[in-house]
């Protein structure tokens, strides 16, 4: 008479290999997940950017170098040059000239996604001698 029943040892094994499969494929979930989140947090920075640089577009001819501009988070939103999608931002961005190069300093800001994840903290304020424009 033929046995054609698994044994213990054989059943164990299959979910002993089930349980390494399952564990590779979660932590592989986590880092896509967080990869994904970094990756749109850079795209929505880019066009916090653009829309930033739009709205200061008239007054960062009359910039003297060594100085900065900060618009506020907020009214970029406000003004319709900004569409918050899933990720929501406090803080302002300040344009610094440099010589003849402008670049944004994203220091006073901090943005959350959907979850309320912190995406990016805020680590600076506002420069005092910065102008803030509305």
Same mark, same amino acid.
């Given at each position: 008479?033929?046995?054609? +029943?698994? =044994?213990?040892?054989?059943?164990?094994?299959?979910?002993?290999? $089930?349980?390494?499969? $399952? +564990?590779?494929?979660?932590?592989? %979930?986590?880092?896509? =997940?967080?990869? /994904?989140? !970094? =990756?749109?947090?850079?795209? %929505?920075? !880019?066009? $916090? #950017? #653009?829309?930033?640089? @739009?709205?200061? !577009?008239?007054?960062?001819?009359? $910039?003297?170098?060594?100085?900065? @501009?900060?618009? *506020?988070?907020?009214?970029?939103?406000?003004? +319709?040059? @900004?569409? !918050?999608? *899933?990720?929501?931002?406090? +803080?302002?961005?300040?344009?610094?000239?440099?010589?003849?190069?402008?670049? %944004?300093?994203?220091?006073?800001?901090?943005?959350? /996604?959907?979850?309320? =994840?912190? @995406?990016?903290? #805020?680590?600076? /304020?506002?420069?005092?001698?910065?102008?803030?424009?509305?």
């Amino acid at each position: 008479m033929k046995n054609s +029943g698994f =044994t213990l040892i054989e059943l164990l094994s299959v979910l002993v290999i $089930m349980g390494i499969v $399952m +564990g590779i494929s979660i932590q592989s %979930y986590r880092v896509l =997940t967080n990869r /994904n989140n !970094e =990756t749109k947090y850079e795209y %929505y920075l !880019e066009s $916090m #950017k #653009k829309s930033a640089d @739009l709205f200061l !577009e008239s007054r960062k001819d009359k $910039m003297a170098s060594g100085s900065c @501009l900060s618009v *506020n988070y907020q009214t970029l939103v406000t003004k +319709g040059l @900004l569409k !918050e999608e *899933n990720i929501t931002c406090n +803080g302002y961005l300040q344009l610094k000239k440099n010589g003849r190069k402008y670049t %944004y300093d994203v220091t006073a800001l901090e943005c959350k /996604n959907e979850k309320g =994840t912190v @995406l990016k903290e #805020k680590t600076a /304020n506002v420069n005092g001698s910065c102008t803030v424009v509305n």
